[in-house]
């Protein structure tokens, strides 16, 4: 696909320095430019590659100062990062958009139904009962049971498993090998110490614009549902217990755990390999540094912690500056004890 310079600037609203009918064809980074490439720049780190790359054209805060000559075309917007991701969701769509039809062998059982414009790669399973929207795509090898509901634009990458009774809804994105559904972690201890599976009869919900990385879980509910609400990024490798709730646009780094019937609130941060216990609310806005461990309710909105257990993250950097000094400080205790 070719697009002209002028074009490129008209989708994303900002204004051409150079040759608008100037064409690029493909995306690069602004240190890989070649003729017909379109790059970006947005930290200044990479501002010298500016003034060399090979790019066509580069995307460009409107508040940047020009300090050598320049060869390549220019797009000045507001946000270049975000205008560049913007293009690339453009991209995505354009190339899903080519892939449509049926592959076989596939499956679909008795009263599902599916819209327009899909997309089933070979060896996909589809059982009964399911509703599934236009514009779905659903790769090959992914499983969806019985009494499924996915919305409209949703893509189901190789290997997805989706579990009976689940809600997608529109525009999510689930990537190879994510688990949507599956049994909690739920077993009563017995009396001669053995444990007895608790049957697990919920579901899992996903809204509108939900993200699922590779490799990662989410358990149904015991009874009720495990919700992720609108607009969250879940990345690869988390795993989400039963009952766990995740609110809206929210984001959640790799190998981070939630335990069973733990609230996370709206627009939070939560980064890699964090533990939250189960039966605790995190209030919106937080940010929680990786590694950190949440055995805690935490209350106050915007709050930002790390550590483990978790507390407030520039009293914890403190506590590390004193913990890195514990030898020295030893050292001294242990001299001042020999002169007394």
């Known amino acids: 696909m070719e697009f002209t310079v002028q074009q490129i600037a008209d989708l994303l609203q900002g204004q051409v320095h150079g040759d608008g009918n100037a064409t690029v064809n493909r995306l690069a980074k602004i240190e890989e430019g070649t003729p017909g490439s379109l790059s ?67 499956f679909i059982g008795e009263n599902s139904s599916i819209g327009e414009r899909h997309y089933r790669g070979a060896f996909s399973y589809i059982g009964k009962n399911c509703k599934i929207g236009t514009g779905v795509h659903i790769y090959p090898h992914v499983y969806i049971g ?25 525009s999510c994105t689930i990537h190879a090998g994510a688990v ?18 608790i049957p697990q009869i919920g ?28 607009g969250t990024k879940i990345d690869n490798l988390v795993q989400v217990a039963h009952n766990v709730e995740i609110g809206r646009h929210t ?9 069973g019937s733990s609230k996370v609130g709206n627009y939070c941060t939560i980064a890699g390999q964090v533990g939250v216990v189960g039966h605790i609310s995190i209030a919106d806005r937080t940010i929680v540094g990786a590694k950190s461990g949440i055995s805690k309710n935490i209350k106050e909105e915007g709050t930002f912690v790390q550590g483990a257990p978790a507390f407030d993250y520039k009293q914890n950097l403190r506590a590390m500056a004193v913990f890195r000094k514990l030898p020295e400080l030893q050292k001294q205790v242990e001299e001042l004890r020999e002169k007394l």
Request: proline content about 3%.
């Open 180 to 197: 949507i559904g599956s049994d909690g972690f739920g077993f009563a201890p017995q009396k001669d110490g053995s444990y007895k599976a």
């Open 40 to 106: 970006f720049l947005s930290n200044a780190k990479y501002e010298h590659y500016l003034y060399s790359t090979g790019a066509t054209a580069v995307i460009v805060a409107k508040t940047l100062e020009i300090k050598q000559p320049v060869s390549a075309n220019l797009i000045l917007v507001d946000d270049p990062y975000s205008s560049f991701s913007t293009l690339l969701e453009v991209y995505q769509q354009a190339v899903a958009a080519a892939r449509t039809g049926v592959e076989e062998p596939c």
């Open 251 to 259: 984001v959640v780094a790799a190998q981070t755990a939630f335990a």
């Open 146 to 170: 019985d009494n499924v509901t996915i919305g409209d634009n949703t893509v189901l990458f190789p290997g997805a498993k989706i579990y009976a009774d689940c809600v997608i809804g529109a």
């Open 203 to 230: 579901n899992v919900v996903l809204e509108d614009h939900v993200r699922i990385g590779a490799n990662t879980t989410v358990d149904c509910a015991t009874m009720g549902s495990t919700i992720i609400r609108t």
